[in-house]
């Protein structure tokens, strides 16, 4: 639909043509499950290990954000909220020793006074296993002569390695036969 400007013209939308940030693709697929968690966005949740140093990123997770939902609950401030963080049982003590430093830097990044307490919960954290490649079957003879007769046209070595990697990639993920 053309969007009409102040001159009473008609212009088309622009829409953004060549390379995005994945970000971009995926943030706004995301954004709706950190909400659900009191998050914001994903961008804390991302950028958590900067936040909270190479001494905790891996015995560490924040969990969800708590915001007061009335100003006359105990202790309740109607500026901050309540950020809970899972935190391995042999880092909970050291952590809970730094939680100032890292309750000030989680506020600097956020931008204004968001987090007023932090909630430690101990426990075994949960992180998804990197996939492991698929194991590819051995090419037979024939298909490994096929494939080279298949890139001899091509002059440049680089190029030639690649193509013959990923040859050897599909035809070793399929079943032989």
Known sequence: M???????????????RGVRPLADLIGATLDPICARRGFGSASLLSWWPDIVGPDYEEATFPESIHWPKRYDQRGADATTATL???VLPSHALFFQHEL???LERINQFLGYQAIGRV???????SRPESE?????????DTESAELDARLTDISETDLQLSLKRLGAAILGGKKAG
């Open 100 to 102: 100032p430093q890292v």
């Open 119 to 125: 909630r430690i919960v101990q426990g075994k954290i």
């Open 132 to 140: 492991q490649r698929p194991q590819l079957r051995p090419l037979s």
């Open 2 to 16: 053309p969007m009409v400007n102040d001159t009473g013209k008609s212009r088309k939308k622009k829409h953004r």
């Open 84 to 86: 809970t963080v899972r």
